[in-house]
Nanobody, 115 residues
Framework: QVQLVDSGGGLVQAGGSLRLSCAAS????????MGWYRQAPGKQRELVVT???????NYTDSVKGRFTISRDNAKNTVYLQMKILKPEDTATYYC?????????WGKGTLVTVSP
């Protein structure tokens, strides 16, 4: 079992930055892949970015060059640094992890970007 606690959301103006955090209840070193999904009002949840235990990353096109994912194994935490935020980035962001074929989710943190 893994519990994920995501945080760091808030209200920011377009062009601003936020950093999301995802704290795991156990070592993330053993979690094969972690990442972030987001769900905007009235839309389906979509994948934003993933990072493997080896550090390989995969970003959705709309955030490339603006978002950066990182993982700190010593702190059991994954971060999502978001820059040059746009109103279309407004969504609830969910931390996600997969290990031994099982998915784990955070409860979500709301990011609102005003024009």
């Amino acid at each position: 079992q893994v519990q994920l606690v995501d945080s760091g959301g808030g209200l920011v103006q377009a062009g601003g930055s936020l950093r999301l955090s995802c704290a795991a209840s156990r070592s993330i070193f053993s979690i094969n892949t972690m990442g972030w999904y987001r769900q905007a009002p009235g839309k389906q949840r979509e994948l934003v970015v993933t990072i493997t235990s080896g550090g390989s990353t995969n970003y959705t096109d709309s955030v490339k060059g603006r978002f950066t994912i990182s993982r700190d194994n010593a702190k059991n935490t994954v971060y999502l640094q978001m820059k040059i935020l746009k109103p279309e980035d407004t969504a609830t962001y969910y931390c996600w992890g997969r290990t031994y074929g099982r998915d784990y989710w955070g409860k979500g943190t709301l990011v609102t970007v005003s024009p």
